[in-house]
């Protein structure tokens, strides 16, 4: 949301260009009203978000108003699970909607009076053709449809069994109220649309109070009308609906709402279908809607994804309206990059091995001093302990290593980060030949900040004290899937599920980490950045992989 209009210094996108035309033609009074309207039927994902920071940020960028209105017209498929998940979600995002929360059944009084307005002006009816016939007579795209047997009842009648309908005397599926538009309209979607259907069912907001339920299509524009959205934004498929949302607010004659339609995103390396999501979560491939591999706001959030990095993702990627894939790869830049001005660097081994320190004393703990991020002074210090035994990564230590070979390995030299050089002296083995141990000798004037010691060394390694290290649970992410698009093959997406999406190490973390909180980003230097798991408890602590520190993707 960071598109400068006034300045020139960016283009405008095609939605900006409606707006600020608008604007200039004083439509409704300048007025920038933008609204977003999920269904309650599953958690919303990262597609959902840039559809949110798109329409909040005109929002912002217009000093207009933004609505959070939950379309909640299909009682059976909808839970108040979901609802909840979308607010904290939206929220999340840093959207503010104020009070501006609004549920689609909140209209559902003024829906049906509308509807009985339709009726009157002699453009709905009740229709009692089963589903088939309905069907039948709607004809194909080159061939006109049939008009219903019922679409001449008098206008009193058919408010009178819109009422029995309402009242629930007629069963599920016995008829419908339709638009009365035109059989024969090259539109398939203008030939009598249904409005109205029987549903007895229970619905989250508004419980056993109706037996119908309108249909999206209608429930839509009237909703966008009643809140007086001036541009309401959606995804291409709905543009061959607009003729009938038109036709809606017309006959209506209520508030002109104008719906844009932009390309719906899709993203490399995962999918952005509810359907699809839902079926990963109820077939066991992820641990529920918040797996941290998904892509999910809840997965991405638990992930340490911060909402800063998401909206400068769906800033950059814009909007056409042209289908296209986005790269998750820049996603993961913008974590990167926001992630490496506010994570606090500690240290942590994954695949420890141990080094003693043969030269230093028994039981000695030295508290030594280290930044928190050389990004950002205020982060300030904190105190690492270090002492006889340590760990470090067993891959940071070779025992026959190449040319250029900065790390450890016999007889040469590192410095410990925060700390000492070291020199490896002696390499022990268990009976199957593996090293179990690395012995060393630390330069007692070569401490960090204030080393005398004249020797010079290439590599610099992270380290725990054995004595004072936490374990720790360290869960490793990969793509969900190793196929760029998996949603549009042949085979079944479940085909193409990464196998190593998810790694479980048991390992070393400083002490420090014992405080760590759950929404505080962490560089594990050398590593990649982490953050706390909402499993974690302060006897069993667990991390999660949010990015690694590099592209290992690109190599
Ligand atoms: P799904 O395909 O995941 O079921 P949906 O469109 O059915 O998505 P809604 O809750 O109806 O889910 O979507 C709310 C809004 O989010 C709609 O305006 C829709 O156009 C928009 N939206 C949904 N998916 C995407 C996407 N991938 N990219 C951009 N906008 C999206
Ligand atoms: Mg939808």
Known sequence: MTHENTS??????????????????????????????????????????????????????????????????????????????????????????ENREFYASDYFPQLYDF????????????????????????????????????????????????????????????????????????????????????????HHQTGADWNIYPMYDYAHPVSDSLEGITHSICTMEFEAHRPLYDWYLRELGIFPSRQIEFARRNFNYTIVSKRNLKRLVNEGYVNGWDDPRMPTVAGLRRRGYTSQAIREFADRIG?????????????????????????????????????????????????????????????????VPFSRELYIERDDFMENPPKKYFRLSPQKEVRLKHAYIIRCDEVVKNEAGEVVELHCSYYENSKSGSDTSGISVKGTLHWVSAATARTAEVRLYDRLFTQPEPGAQEEDMTTFINPNS??????????????????????????????????????NLVFNLTVNLKDSWKG
């Open 115 to 202: 509807a009985c307005q339709l009726i009157r002006n002699g453009k709905a009816y009740v229709d009692f053709s089963s589903a088939e016939t309905i069907a039948e007579e709607k004809g194909t795209p080159t061939e006109a449809g049939k008009e219903s047997q019922y679409r001449n009842t008098k206008p009193e009648e058919n408010l009178r069994l819109f009422e029995q309908m309402k009242n629930g005397e007629f069963e599920q599926g016995t008829c419908t109220l339709r638009a009365k538009i035109d059989m024969a309209s090259p539109n398939m979607l203008l030939r009598d649309p249904i409005i109205y259907r029987i549903k007895k069912a229970h």
């Open 8 to 97: 020139g210094t960016h283009s405008l996108n095609f939605i900006e260009q409606i707006i600020e035309e608008d604007i200039k033609n004083d439509k409704h009074g300048g007025r920038v009203h933008t609204r977003f309207p999920p269904e309650p039927n599953g958690y919303i994902h990262l597609g959902h978000a840039t559809s949110i920071c798109l329409n909040y940020g005109l929002a912002v960028k217009y000093k207009g108003l933004f609505n959070l209105r939950f379309d909640d017209t299909n009682p059976e498929s909808e839970d108040i699970e979901f609802v909840d998940s979308i607010r904290q979600d939206v929220h999340w995002l840093g959207v503010d909607w």
């Open 502 to 539: 998810l790694q479980i190490v048991q390992t070393f973390v400083e002490p420090s980490l014992q405080e760590a909180t759950l929404g505080q980003a962490f560089q594990f230097i050398r590593k990649g950045y982490f953050c706390l798991d909402k499993d974690s408890t302060p006897d």
């Open 319 to 383: 909007v056409a309206r042209r289908e296209n894939v986005a790269d998750i790869g820049l996603l993961e830049f913008c974590v990167r990059e926001h992630l490496n001005k506010i994570a606090t660097r500690v240290m942590a081994v994954l695949d420890p091995i141990k080094v003693v320190i043969t030269n230093y004393p028994e039981g000695k703990t030295e508290w030594l001093d280290a930044e928190n991020n050389p990004e950002n002074p205020e982060a300030g210090n904190r105190s």
